[in-house]
């Protein structure tokens, strides 16, 4: 069977106005330039969009919101963990009611549940609703690694259960997961959590990233990424060269500070987050963005 994500998918930003609210003009314009720019999909309410400050009310207008912006035109893959599974059912009905492709299930952060914990969780939301679910794989963030073997047990517990964000940095343990695919579910997507390793990923036969740089960078990506899924690995590899720095950049402090703060540069939203995020510590890294973006000639809002 054909593995349903493949390509880009952006971790999209959540903009906000100068009091503190979402701002919707600017999600629109992001989302449309995302769709525009060629886009595989598009994730709200995941890290990049400062998901654990937003209430629950907002929560489910941002994916609504991006829904509603999107209008079919690309999949919809809403941000639905949590660290209570209840919560998370209860997020990820939601996104289904309102119309979302598919979910994103952090692993339970601060919880650090055993991987017989993690195996139910997945399991239980799975369960209960009738679009694709990915497993967000990110230790650094939550805590707890899911393991190969657990993913492998919920390849098998679970149709709906259709992929897994790879965000470990361990790419033996993605190979392995591949590898566990291979034998399975063919039709299990595994995408990366990291820019920067995505070129590997789909060298070991994954099938493309949850990007970060993507929402500045959209069109590049795609080329990027889709070159390397169509075997054309010698331009793939001139363009990971090219991006690399850029990747690096992104992460120069924590996500999403780095990302957002180029995005208010480049005047695709306001220099605002919710703490306890907040503006970029050291004025070196600013400027380091400002050169790189510069030299990208990434578009401006």
Do not use: W
């Given at each position: 069977m054909e593995r349903q994500f493949r390509g880009v998918y952006t971790a999209l930003i959540t903009p906000f106005t100068k009091k503190g609210n979402i701002d919707e003009e600017a999600f629109e314009k992001i989302i449309e330039?995302?769709?525009?720019?060629?886009?595989?999909?598009?994730?709200?309410?995941?890290?990049?969009?400062?998901?654990?400050?937003?209430?629950?009310?907002?929560h489910d207008r941002v994916i609504e919101l991006t829904i509603k912006f999107a209008n079919g035109r690309v999949p919809v893959i809403a941000g639905?963990?949590?660290?209570?599974?209840?919560?998370a059912i209860r997020l990820?009905?939601?996104a289904?009611?309102?119309?979302?492709?598919?979910?994103?299930?952090?692993n339970p952060y601060y919880n650090k549940p055993t991987q017989k914990g993690l195996y139910l969780h997945f399991k239980a939301v799975a369960e209960v609703v009738n679009i694709p679910c990915i497993v967000?794989?990110?230790k650094g963030r939550s805590g707890v690694n899911v393991e190969t073997q657990t993913m492998s047990?919920?390849?098998e517990a679970?149709?709906?259960?259709?992929?897994?964000?790879?965000?470990?940095?361990?790419?033996?343990?993605?190979?392995?997961?591949?590898?566990?695919?291979?034998?399975k579910r063919k039709d299990f997507s595994v995408l990366s959590g990291d820019d920067n390793m995505t070129l590997q990923l789909i060298e070991a036969g994954g099938d493309g990233v949850v990007s970060v740089a993507s929402n500045l960078i959209p069109k590049r990506m795609v080329e990027f990424v889709h070159a390397a899924l169509d075997g054309d690995m010698e331009k793939a590899r001139n363009e990971e060269?090219?991006?690399?720095p850029f990747f690096r950049a992104m992460f120069l402090e924590t996500n999403p500070i780095p990302v957002k703060t180029a995005m208010a540069i480049q005047g695709w939203c306001e220099e605002e987050f919710r703490l306890p995020m907040c503006s970029l510590s050291d004025d070196t890294h600013r400027e380091t963005l400002k050169q790189l973006l510069e030299r990208l000639e990434v578009p401006r809002g």
């Open positions: 330039d995302q769709i525009v720019s060629g886009i595989d999909g598009l994730v709200p309410c995941g890290t990049t969009g400062e998901s654990p400050t937003l209430s629950h009310t907002e639905t963990g949590s660290n209570a599974t209840s919560e990820s009905r939601h289904e009611e309102a119309g979302a492709s598919g979910l994103l299930l952090v967000y794989n990110i047990k919920l390849m679970s149709s709906m259960i259709a992929g897994v964000k790879e965000a470990s940095g361990n790419l033996d343990q993605m190979k392995d997961v591949i590898f566990e695919r291979n034998s060269t090219a991006l690399m």
